[in-house]
């Protein structure tokens, strides 16, 4: 089993930054990408940002400029750093991790960006 925990979460004014933390345990080897989705209310879950094992990173067309995914592998933990927010950017961010096998979401963490 894989755990996901994200901190970083809050209520930030338009055009201020944030950024999101998750933290993974267990199966950390057998993860082959990680990655951050977002859901605002009434809309589907779309995917932010990738990151693979091999460190290649991907950032949703919309958000490339603002919004960046890295991680520290010494604390097995990916990062995403969200600037120049928007209200529109107000949604529920899940930390994703998948394996050859399955996938594993953590609980989600809300960001409102107020304006």
């Known amino acids: 089993q894989v755990q996901l925990v994200e901190s970083g979460g809050g209520l930030v004014q338009a055009g201020g930054s944030l950024r999101l933390a998750c933290a993974a345990s267990?199966?950390?080897?057998?993860?082959?990408?990680m990655a951050w989705y977002r859901q605002a209310p009434g809309k589907q879950r779309e995917l932010v940002a990738i990151i693979t094992s091999g460190g290649t990173t991907n950032v949703a067309d919309s958000l490339k400029g603002r919004f960046t995914i890295s991680r520290d592998n010494a604390k097995n933990t990916v990062y995403l750093q969200m600037n120049s927010l928007k209200p529109e950017d107000t949604a529920v961010y899940y930390c994703h991790a998948g394996l050859i096998d399955r996938v594993y979401w953590g609980q989600g963490t809300q960001v409102t960006v107020s304006s």
């Open positions: 267990g199966r950390i080897f057998d993860i082959n990408a």
